[in-house]
């Protein structure tokens, strides 16, 4: 073989290992990069969830509550209807409701029927129906503003509900209390199976602060002509938070 040619062959050679080297990198770059994605799936997790609650006494009742009355005309039921439900809620205002905590929630006039079998029905008149929906945010006076909007002409009262004016407070409570059943629970896990708590992974909420259901609805159809005030009694609310969380165990 004569010099320049053993010259060439040394070159060729050469870039021949050049580019398989150059070849070979992506590869371990990414296995590399797998081997990190994949770490996360070989650690040893516990996935839980637990409920934290706490108790209190209610500060904000609403209640529906309304007129109905009957006229020859839709006309004349709405123009009776009205007259007796700003008397309502004048004596909403009266016992201390704000503008802002009476609010109308329904308001209506229809046809009323007499149904006699084997003849069609017969217009016997309109009904009119007026309906707002209070707040009471001073319990203490909770019965005797419903005796007094009855005493005035309302003719039926809704069902009552209870809430929290602002439930943050008991929010947070239940919050901690929440997070202080799902540590002891994911100790109990780790302790039973041999490993220990590394880390928290993830934390989530679920739940929070809903309103005592209200009670069976109470109907006013008459004037109240007795001195007693109407019991009324608000309980106690639940207020729940659950949370699930994730930990890394290890040996």
């Known amino acids: 073989m004569t010099a320049l040619t053993a010259r060439t062959a040394s070159i060729a050679l050469a870039g021949a290992l050049l580019t398989s080297a150059a070849a070979a ?44 009355t009957d006229g020859a005309t839709a006309a004349g039921a709405m123009s009776a209807n009205a007259v007796q439900m700003n008397k309502v809620i004048a004596a909403l205002k009266k016992a201390g409701i704000a503008d802002r905590d009476i609010q109308t929630s329904n308001l209506s006039v229809n046809p009323q029927y007499v149904y006699v079998e084997n003849n069609p029905p017969k217009l016997s008149g309109y009904q009119a129906s007026n309906q707002v929906t209070i707040q009471v945010r001073d ?18 009262v809704g069902g009552i509900s209870f809430g929290l004016q602002n439930p943050q407070a008991a929010e947070d409570a239940a919050r901690l209390d929440a997070v202080k059943a799902l540590q002891a629970k994911a100790d109990l896990y780790a302790r039973a199976t041999g490993y220990k708590i590394v880390r928290l992974v993830s934390l989530g909420e679920g739940g929070g602060y809903t309103p005592a259901p209200p009670p069976m609805p109470m109907y006013a159809m008459a004037r109240m002509d ?26």
Do not use: C
């Not at 590869?27 to 969830?49: K, P, Y």
């Not at 203490?140 to 039926?156: F, H, I, M, R």
């Open 25 to 68: 990198l992506p590869a371990s770059a990414q296995g590399l990069g797998a081997d990190s994605a994949d770490a996360a799936f070989r650690a040893t997790t516990l996935n839980l969830s637990a409920q934290g609650e706490t108790k209190v006494t209610p500060d904000l009742a609403t209640i529906t509550l309304g007129v109905q």
């Open 139 to 156: 319990l203490t006076k909770l019965g005797q503003t419903v005796d007094a909007t009855v005493g005035a002409g309302a003719t039926n």
């Open 226 to 251: 007795k001195a007693e005030v109407s019991p009324v009694s608000a309980g106690e609310l639940k207020v729940q938070v659950s949370v699930s969380a994730t930990y890394e165990l290890a040996k």
